[in-house]
């Protein structure tokens, strides 16, 4: 069973900037497309980021173009969101989410029903 455990969520000031990871263990495969949604209080799940497995592709939600950047490192079994420019808008709980093993990228990256393992999520609060 894949398990997924993100990290790096704090308090930070607006303009500040944060680096989440997210590290896979239980994996039977080396070929996993990944993505980033996030939740904030009182609203739906939405999409971040997403990349293929290899990291050639990836995917981002307008509001985050510019100043999100998502990696993968395979050998570490993690994928990263390097996130600059924080806003008050970006607090949120970010969950980390993966395919099942052997798809390299997805075909609807921006849709959480894609994704077959998801992590608890971590708390990102940015202040103004």
């Known amino acids: 069973q894949v398990q997924l455990v993100e990290s790096g969520g704090e308090l930070v000031q607006a303009g500040g900037s944060l680096r989440l990871s997210c590290a896979a263990s239980g994996r039977t495969s080396r070929t996993y497309a990944m993505g980033w949604f996030r939740q904030a209080p009182g609203k739906e799940r939405e999409f971040v980021a997403a990349i293929s497995s290899s990291g050639r592709f990836t995917e981002y939600v307008a509001s985050v173009k510019g100043r999100f950047t998502i990696s993968t490192d395979n050998a570490k079994n993690t994928v990263y969101l390097h996130m600059n420019g924080l806003k008050p808008e970006d607090t949120a709980v970010y969950f980390c989410?993966?395919?099942?093993?052997?798809?390299?990228?997805?075909?609807?990256?921006?849709?959480?029903?894609?994704?077959?393992?998801w992590g608890q999520g971590t708390q990102v609060t940015v202040s103004s």
């Open positions: 989410a993966s395919s099942r093993g052997g798809t390299s990228w997805l075909p609807n990256p921006r849709q959480a029903s894609e994704y077959t393992y």
